[in-house]
């Protein structure tokens, strides 16, 4: 299926490794410029020159953290204007919320709420006004079924997932839509991160975490990461203008609800 969107600008936030390189990836593979940004230059430079390596399309980077209005400023300063735009931030640690400081749940407000809208600002009114726009924000599947000891991504990703609800219905009809991909467990660094955290927690193997974690899940593996940047470049296509303001759950069957 040709998505549509050859030769348009997306911007791809945390697009050096994992979920975020996965869309930069897949739109690419479209024909869409991308501009990728993330906060570690030398594996940012990496994840271009295996971008520039797929095809035509041109590949820029940004090092720097969209965390910040700093970081937000870099990357609008050099590339003002975009058709897409890909959200994505590394969740914040696990842990009891009693032992969480105000600074604690600020930081987690900032990055996985308050910068998406911050980015989502910058960019929509430009969006309706050219009359076509494509923002998709990568949460968490902790938004439609909240994990114990995440209370800081359940908190801060829910309040973006309101927020978005709510914007949504105000710009689909400029060509502009919002959507909200939540992935379950992928098979990324940052997961076998955490497998390795909760085996030295438990006394085991990072490996009997992980088959342990695959027993347990439906599909009986886990989700390969191209998986999700495909479905977030079909978000981000021309036939996607009728979907807006959804929570697309990618998690092979975990979330065990009916709605």
């Known amino acids: 299926m040709d998505l549509g969107i050859a030769g348009k600008k997306a911007l791809v936030c945390g697009a050096s490794a994992g979920l975020g390189y996965a869309c930069a990836e897949a739109l690419v593979r479209e024909g869409v410029n991308v501009v990728i940004v993330a906060r570690t230059p030398d594996p940012l430079a990496q994840a271009a020159m295996k971008l520039e390596a797929i095809g035509s399309a041109k590949v820029y980077t940004v090092a720097a953290d969209v965390g910040t209005e700093e970081g937000r400023l870099r990357i609008f300063g050099a590339h003002p204007n975009f058709d897409m735009v890909v959200t994505n931030a590394a969740g914040p640690p696990p842990g009891d919320f009693r032992q969480w400081s105000r600074e604690d749940w600020i930081k987690a407000l900032d990055a996985n709420m308050l910068a998406p809208i911050a980015i989502i600002k910058a960019v929509v009114d430009g969006m309706m006004e050219r009359g076509f726009g494509r923002?998709?924000?990568?949460?968490?599947?902790?938004?439609?079924?909240?994990?114990?000891?995440?209370?800081?991504?359940?908190?801060?990703?829910?309040?973006?997932?309101?927020?978005?609800?709510?914007?949504a219905r105000s710009t689909v009809a400029k060509g502009v839509t919002?959507?909200?991909?939540?992935?379950?467990?992928?098979?990324?660094?940052?997961?076998?991160?955490?497998?390795?955290?909760?085996?030295?927690?438990?006394?085991?193997?990072?490996?009997e975490v992980r088959q342990r974690r695959i027993e347990k899940h439906p599909a009986r593996r886990l989700g390969q990461p191209q998986e999700?940047?495909?479905?977030?470049?079909?978000?981000?296509?021309?036939?996607?203008?009728?979907?807006?303001?959804?929570?697309?759950?990618?998690?092979?069957?975990?979330?065990?609800?009916?709605?």
């Open 135 to 167: 923002i998709v924000n990568i949460t968490s599947s902790a938004v439609k079924s909240p994990v114990d000891g995440l209370g800081l991504s359940n908190g801060a990703r829910s309040g973006l997932t309101g927020f978005v609800a709510g914007l």
């Open 178 to 207: 919002i959507n909200n991909l939540l992935p379950g467990t992928f098979d990324t660094s940052r997961l076998a991160g955490n497998f390795a955290a909760q085996a030295q927690r438990e006394g085991l193997t990072a490996e």
């Open 228 to 259: 999700l940047g495909n479905t977030c470049a079909y978000l981000c296509s021309v036939h996607a203008g009728y979907i807006n303001g959804q929570n697309v759950l990618l998690d092979g069957g975990s979330y065990p609800g009916v709605f």
